[in-house]
C-alpha cells in the first residue's frame, strides 16, 4: 500500500520565495530532529488535536504490518502541543520524504509561549490517506504499537519517546499517555496471558 505524498507537498507554492519558513511538529519531530534548524522553540497551534490514527508502513511498521504513528485531527478548543523549527526551504527535500506515508503540508499559524504567533507549516495524515487506519481504543492502539517494528525501529520507541518529549516540554496528553500506561502494563510478566484468557 503506498499513500507517497512526496509529489503533492511538492506541487505547493509553500516554499516560493522564502529564504526560511517554520515548521510545527507534534509527533516524532519534537524529539528527532535529523535535520539542519535556524532556530527551535516549544510552541502550539490551535484547533487540533493529537491521535496515534495514522498506520506507519515505513518507518515503525511494514506494509504487511502497519504500526502507529500520531496524526492531528481538527476540533473546536483544542490546543496540539509540540515544537517548531525555522528550516531552509531545502530542508523540505528530507522532510518531504521522511513524511512521506501520507503526510500532507498544511499552512497553520504558529503559537509561542510568548504569545507572538507566525505562520508555518504542518504535516498532516488526514482520513483520506490511505495509510489513515482511524480511531481504535488506547489499549487497542498499545496492543498493536507493543507488537510492530519497521525500520526505523520498534513502534513502542516512537511512542515512548513522544511521551518522554512532552513531559520534557511540561505538556500534558492524556491520549499518549494513556496508551504509554497500556503499554507499560502489557509489558509486565503475565500481561499477555492474562490478556489472552479475557
Ligand atoms: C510530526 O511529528 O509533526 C509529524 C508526525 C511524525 O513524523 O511523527
Known amino acids: 500500500m503506498s499513500a507517497n505524498t512526496i509529489a503533492a507537498n511538492r506541487q505547493t507554492d509553500h516554499l516560493t520565495g522564502k ?9 516524532s ?12 522553540r516549544p510552541a502550539s497551534i490551535a484547533g487540533w488535536t493529537r491521535r496515534f490514527w495514522q498506520g506507519s508502513h515505513d518507518h515503525r511498521g511494514t506494509p504487511e504490518a502497519p504500526g502507529r504513528v500520531v496524526t492531528i485531527i481538527a476540533e473546536a478548543g483544542a490546543i496540539c502541543h509540540g515544537m517548531a523549527y525555522l528550516v531552509t526551504p531545502q530542508v523540505f527535500e528530507h522532510l518531504d520524504h521522511r513524511e512521506k506515508n501520507g503526510y500532507l503540508r498544511l499552512s497553520s499559524d504558529i503559537l509561542f509561549d510568548d504569545g507572538r504567533s507566525v505562520p508555518g507549516l504542518v504535516y498532516i495524515a488526514s482520513e483520506d490517506n490511505t495509510a489513515f487506519l482511524g480511531a481504535a481504543s488506547e489499549l487497542d492502539i498499545a496492543r498493536q504499537i507493543a507488537q510492530s517494528s519497521g525500520p526505523s525501529g520498534p513502534n513502542s520507541d516512537y511512542l515512548n519517546h513522544l511521551a518522554a518529549a512532552l513531559r520534557e516540554l511540561g505538556k500534558s496528553d492524556p491520549h499518549v499517555f494513556a496508551i504509554e500506561q497500556h503499554l507499560a502494563e502489557l ?3 503475565g500481561a499477555q ?4 484468557k479475557r
Open 19 to 27: 529564504d526560511s519558513v517554520w515548521l510545527f511538529g507534534y509527533g
Open 29 to 40: 519531530l519534537i524529539y528527532k530532529a535529523d535535520f539542519p534548524y535556524i532556530e527551535r
Open 187 to 189: 509489558g509486565k510478566p
Open 193 to 196: 496471558d492474562a490478556e489472552g
